[in-house]
C-alpha cells in the first residue's frame, strides 16, 4: 500500500535522468563534507538461490549485503539510483550506510566502487564510467585487488572486509610456515644427531 520507497536519500541529493537519457543517477544539490551520510539502502533481502530469478531491473538496482544476500529496493526510490564509478566519491559504512569519501560539489554525480560490496558474478559489464583509472571491467572478483583493498580502506561491506581479513590472514599463515619450513631445514641436520 505505502508508496514510500524503502531507501533513505539524504535531502542534499536529488536522482537525475542522466544526459543521455541512458538511466538514473544521483546528484549533489548541496555541498557534501566528508564522512557526511548520503543514503541508507533499504528493501527486502532474497538468498541467491531466489535472488538470481528475479528481473533484471531489480537484479541491477540491489545491493549484495552478505556472502550470499541481497538487498532489492522495493519500492523504488531516487536512492536506488547510485551509480558504479572507478574513481568514485562515496563509499559503504556497513551493510546499508553510503557515505562520502571525500567533500563532494553542488553538482557533483554521487557514485561508488561495486567492487566494496560484490563477491559473486551478478552484476559483471565493461566499465564505462570514464575515470583516468577506470579498470574497464566490473566484475565479482574485483574486491581481491591490492589496490583497490588499498584504496578502499574502512569503506568495503562487513562481508567483503571479513572475506579480505581472511586473506590476508591466510597470506600472513603461509609466509610464516615457509619461513618455519626454511629454518627447519637449516637446524635439522645438527639437531638431529642428539637424538640418535
Ligand atoms: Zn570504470
Known sequence: MSKHPSSYLSSKLEGRLKADQSGNSIFAREAIKRGELIAVFGGVVYEWETFIRLSERERMLCLQVEDRLFLVPRPIGEGDFVNHSCNPNAGLS??????????????EEVCFDYAMCDTMPYDEFDCLCGAPNCRGHVGGNDWQLPQLQKRYAGFFSPHVQRRIDAQKAERRAFARAMRNARSGAIIQPSVAPLYE
Open 94 to 107: 556497513g551493510q546499508i550506510g553510503l557515505v562520502a569519501m571525500r567533500d563532494i560539489q553542488i553538482g
